[in-house]
Structure formats: structure tokens, C-alpha cells
């Protein structure tokens, strides 16, 4: 028997008014997922536990049978681990955006326009980490350079209790009330206010303005963590796993929990992602004596914190065609096969961020098809089957049984 976990990242969301008051999910064409839910275990479950932030991070740990109250030391280290960062019981990560500020001259009166500045490129901002490398870091900091907007900033010493908010929850909204405080809260934002005057007048920020786009104009900290140590997968659930994702958050997951990590050319982490990649490489991996594959699609929300409707859509399709390929793949090869489809946590267009509410899932099996599962896969679906699984992390050892 071979597992799949489908994860379309922030896939579900809440009723638009402006479209008939249907979710994302329910807007979307998933001829897959609707032929799947008819013969499968559909329902509820939470993914965030109470008294944690409903972030990425935590979801995705609890989604993969990794109870957060256990394992969760804060969300940097876990990108931490997947950019190849050797942490030490002493140091503390931080999550370093680059970001697009609005250009008040007082930082504190800025507004938060986009927390991917404009989903700068990988080569773009390695050169603006270098600068800040040499004109903002020193001891006892260190910066490291990860993919696109998303980078690591390293306190070499373990003072933590800094209190500090996820770029994308303010959106649009002034940056005041949201800057860093608490333990290095002074020092933090004195390198993210120092950063701005370093970025504005970068070369490849005057090379995006001329082009139209928007400027890496600042570096913002967030997600606090110390070392985790994760126990393996393997040993936990007796299957060799491997993780296929375009975002260190799930790989460094993937590597902490001793399983493989499958980079698949042309991901993006956006709507723009090589998905049928994606589903190839997951195919290859089972057939080539994986037992297990976690295949993480961020497209949904990444599109669901730009409140794009449309895309958000197209990329929740994507998500239904790359579950398509892999059921096809194992059929084709004879492999009876389990299958879980769900997102991490909702990401609501309305909102622009996550939030802890239950999300709808699907549990298939090939060599156990029900007679009696849902009318389609969507949140009003999984809500009427009246099943809901109040602790995600125990779904894990149900799924492999």
C-alpha cells in the first residue's frame, strides 16, 4: 500500500458574498476530488490547536502526525533546517521577509503593502542579503539567504521572548502596533528601520521600480524558534516518507523528520508552479520504494493572501489535476494506494491570512471505496457529513494503519 497527502496550502477559505456566497473551493472544477469524495471518509478536522497561532508551521507539523504542544519550537528553525543552517542549543532564527513599506518617512507610519515585495526573485534577493550581509549584520547576528522573499536571520545568543507579528496578517494596514517588541524587540527594529535606508536606493530596487515592480524596500522579523528535534517519521509510523515542496518551511519539516526531500524543477510556491512536476516526481518516489509522499502545493495561499479570487481558483484546480496524476500513476502501476486531501488551515480572500478554523479532508483508499461518502469535496460538504476530528496529529497513524 502506498500513502499520499495532497496538501493545497490555505485551499480553504469562507463564503464571498460577491460569488453567491460560495467559497474558493466550492467555486473551483475538482471533477477528481468530487469522484474521490463519493467513495471516501469526508468530514471536518483541526489542524491548529488551541493556544497556538493558526500559522503554516503548526499546521503543517499537526497535518503530518507531529503534535505541536510536543515538537513546535517556533516556525524559523524549521526553515532553518531545509537552508542548511547548523543551529546550536544557544541560537535563536527569526524569519526575515522582504518586504514593500509604504515610503512615510517615519517607519512607524508606514503601511505593510506587500509582504513578498512583489514575489521578488531568488537572484534579486540573494544580492540584496549579500549588501545586508555586509552593511546591517554583525555579531552576535547572522543572515542567511533562502528562496525568493523568504529568508533567516540567526541570534547567536538565546534570548528569546520577542514579540513579533507574520508580515502577511497586516496586509494593507499600518505598521504600527505590529512592530517588534518584547525581549529584542529594540534591537530588531533598529536593523529592520537601518535596512530601509540600505534597500531604497539598492540597484536591483531601482531596476524593479523602473520595470514597474514593487522594491524590497525593507526586511521584516518574525516567527521566533529555537532548535527543534523532531523524532523520524520512520519511527514514529514504521514508512520511509518523502516531502515535495516548494517552501523551506515543509522541506526543513521533511528533513527533521528524517525523510527525503524531492526538488522538483520549476516550483515557484505561487500559482505558477510546475504542478504536474509535482505529481510526476510523487508518482517516481512511491514506484521507487517510498511507501510515503507529502506533496505541499503553497499556490492557494499565496493567492489567498493577495485576495486573488481568480488565481486562488485556478491554483485549487491545479491542486484537484496533480491529485488526478498520482492516482492515475499508482493505478497504471497496480499499486492499491491511500489518499488525504486537505489544506493546512483556511485562508480566507476576505482576510488576506489564516485563520484556526476546521478544515474539510478526504480519506480514499483503492482497496476500500465506500458506497456512501460525500456529494463533493468543499467545506459545506465535509461540514454536513457531521465527522469532525478534533486533533489533526492523531489522523496521521489512522491514515497509515
Request: hydrophobic letters at 40%.
Amino acid at each position: 500500500m502506498k500513502y499520499v497527502v495532497i496538501l493545497g496550502d490555505g485551499m480553504a477559505g469562507y463564503p464571498m458574498p460577491a460569488c453567491n456566497n460560495k467559497t474558493c473551493l466550492q467555486l473551483a472544477r475538482t471533477p477528481f476530488f468530487d469522484e474521490l469524495a463519493a467513495k471516501s471518509t469526508v468530514g471536518l478536522v483541526k489542524t491548529v490547536p488551541a493556544g497556538f497561532s493558526p500559522g503554516s508551521d503548526v499546521a503543517n507539523l499537526s497535518v503530518m502526525g507531529y503534535d505541536p504542544a510536543e515538537f513546535y519550537t517556533g516556525r524559523s528553525p524549521l526553515e532553518a533546517a531545509s537552508i542548511g543552517i547548523p543551529l546550536t542549543e544557544n541560537d535563536v532564527t527569526f524569519r526575515c521577509n522582504l518586504v514593500t513599506l509604504s515610503e512615510e518617512a517615519d517607519y512607524e507610519k508606514t503601511r505593510m503593502l506587500d509582504y513578498s515585495a512583489g514575489e521578488i526573485s531568488t537572484a534579486e534577493a540573494q544580492a540584496l542579503i549579500e549588501t545586508l550581509r555586509r552593511e546591517l549584520i554583525a555579531p552576535p547576528f547572522s543572515l542567511y539567504a533562502g528562496i525568493s522573499y523568504r529568508h533567516c536571520l540567526v541570534l547567536h545568543e538565546k534570548k528569546t521572548g520577542s514579540i513579533l507579528t507574520p508580515p502577511h496578517d497586516i496586509t494593507d494596514l499600518p505598521v504600527k502596533g505590529h512592530l517588534p517588541a518584547g525581549t529584542m524587540g529594540r534591537e530588531l527594529l533598529g536593523m529592520m528601520e537601518r535596512s530601509r535606508e540600505i534597500l531604497t536606493a539598492h540597484p536591483v530596487n531601482a531596476a524593479r521600480r523602473a520595470d514597474g515592480k514593487r522594491p524590497a524596500n525593507s526586511v521584516w522579523f518574525w516567527g521566533e524558534g529555537t532548535k527543534p528535534a523532531l523524532r523520524a517519521f520512520s519511527d514514529l509510523y514504521g514508512k520511509k516518507g518523502a516531502v515535495i515542496s516548494a517552501v523551506d518551511l515543509v522541506k526543513g519539516i521533511g528533513i527533521l523528520a528524517g525523510m527525503d526531500v524531492i526538488e522538483v524543477t520549476g516550483t515557484t510556491g505561487n500559482w505558477d508552479t510546475n504542478f504536474t512536476g509535482k505529481a510526476d516526481a510523487a508518482v517516481r518516489a512511491l514506484l521507487d520504494g517510498h511507501d510515503f509522499v507529502y506533496v505541499h502545493m503553497e499556490a492557494p495561499d499565496e493567492c489567498g493572501h493577495h485576495g486573488d479570487t481568480e488565481k486562488k481558483i485556478y491554483s485549487i484546480e491545479q491542486v484537484d489535476d496533480v491529485a488526478r496524476r498520482i492516482a492515475e500513476g499508482l493505478r497504471a502501476a497496480g499499486e492499491p494506494f491511500a489518499m488525504l486531501i486537505m489544506p493546512d488551515h483556511p485562508t480566507p480572500i476576505a482576510l488576506k491570512t489564516h485563520t484556526a478554523d476546521p478544515v474539510p479532508f478526504l480519506m480514499y483508499r483503492s482497496n476500500e471505496e465506500r458506497a456512501n461518502g460525500a456529494a463533493r469535496y468543499d467545506e459545506e460538504s465535509a461540514r454536513a457529513t457531521g465527522l469532525c476530528i478534533p486533533r489533526a496529529s492523531e489522523m496521521m497513524r489512522a491514515f497509515l494503519r
